[in-house]
């Protein structure tokens, strides 16, 4: 017999138990919205977006609505290939209105991604599914027996996507209310200041006029963290010694100074490097060797110009970025 006496331990303090609060409060609101039929990881990636939930909060919240609440089927899968041309799976899963699905992908350094596989904003984030990640769809329609066999469909036909093999879209997924929803905003032309002989029942009538005549609809699709492509910087100093790696953590330093929001992953030979300072160990990283670099976060900046300092500080010019106090963050962006 499980023994529960600790369940609720860690809603013992005043902070775990508002977070605690929170989450519940925000899986609540997202199941208040399935009538509408709306996709959960276009809900979740906006709040996202919107600081409103925090990504250690995608999986709990996906399994709570997609698997506990609403039985969706799922299936995970390794990826045995690599793909990196998602349209295929966009404008095909767009004619399936009649299935609702959400895939999870592991990304390697950004945690979990939710993608909804018709909104192909979602997809902007992520520039390939690599060899050997892990990545699980889930397939459903709110219905009372969930339509299992639709479900298992959609699920198949993606793993055949996955695996690199030809997308055959079937024709029973077509007729349903899953359709890629947009939502809108207002944009609202500012009315001018009226004249003074005007009365202000007239001014507030013709200002609710303008506004009604200037509203105008757009669609606006929230998207997933972003991550840059690799960008390489050739090593062109002899070796990729300490003088580089300090000037490459001045680099870095500087660049996640002036803009605080975004983070810079290193890899090298296949790998992440979490310390710049194994670069040099054994001296293995040599003249001619190439280091690769990507930038996450929203609203990336500077990118070129960062790639131009690194490859500055990989080379013999290293000393540049060393000539100031210890302590002192440079001024480079």
């Known amino acids: 017999m499980t023994n529960h006496l600790y369940e609720f331990e860690n809603l013992s303090t005043k902070s775990s138990f508002n977070s605690a609060l929170g989450h519940f409060q925000t899986v ?3 199941i208040g919205t399935l009538g509408d039929y709306e996709n959960v990881a276009d809900s ?3 709040l996202l977006q919107d600081k409103i939930i925090s990504q250690n909060q995608l999986i709990p919240s996906i399994n709570a609505i997609l698997y506990d609440k609403l039985n969706y089927q ?10 990196s041309n998602f349209d295929i799976l966009v404008d095909a899963s ?3 209105n009649g299935i609702d699905i959400v895939m999870v992908y592991y990304h390697p350094d950004l ?3 939710l993608i909804n596989p018709k909104n192909k904003n979602h997809f902007e984030s992520i520039h390939t599914f690599k060899r050997n990640e892990l990545i699980t769809i889930y397939a459903g329609n709110f219905s009372a027996d969930n339509n299992i ?10 793993l055949k996507y996955l695996q690199g093999k030809k997308l055959n879209p079937p024709t029973e997924l077509s007729k349903g209310k899953f359709k890629l929803l947009e939502k809108k905003v207002i944009k609202k032309k500012i009315v001018s200041t009226p004249k003074k002989n005007v ?3 007239k001014t507030a009538t013709k200002a609710a006029q303008d506004e009604s005549v200037q509203k105008k609809m757009e669609p606006v699709l929230t998207k997933p963290k972003r991550i840059t492509p690799y960008y390489s910087v050739v090593v062109s100093n002899e070796l990729f010694h300490n003088g580089n790696v300090e000037a490459w953590k001045k680099i870095i330093e500087s660049y996640k100074t002036k803009y605080s929001g975004l983070d810079v992953y290193i890899y090298y030979d296949g790998e992440r490097i979490h310390e710049i300072a194994s670069l040099f160990k054994w001296g293995k990283v040599k003249h001619g060797s190439t280091i690769l670099f990507a930038v996450a976060g929203d609203n990336i900046k500077d990118v070129a110009k960062l790639q131009r300092y690194l490859k500055q500080g990989a080379s013999i010019m290293f000393e540049s970025f060393l000539k100031f106090p210890v302590n ?6």
């Not at 299936?75 to 690599?82: G, L, Q, V």
């Not at 066999?149 to 993606?158: D, E, P, Q, R």
């Open 111 to 113: 945690g979990p991604m």
């Open 74 to 83: 799922y299936k995970s899968h390794n990826m045995t290939t690599t793909i």
């Open 28 to 30: 609540s609101d997202i």
């Open 94 to 96: 767009k004619k399936w």
């Open 149 to 158: 066999k639709s479900a298992n469909l959609a699920i198949s036909v993606i």
């Open 328 to 333: 002192k963050i440079l001024n480079l962006f």
């Open 199 to 201: 009365s202000r029942k």
């Open 44 to 46: 979740l990636n906006e």
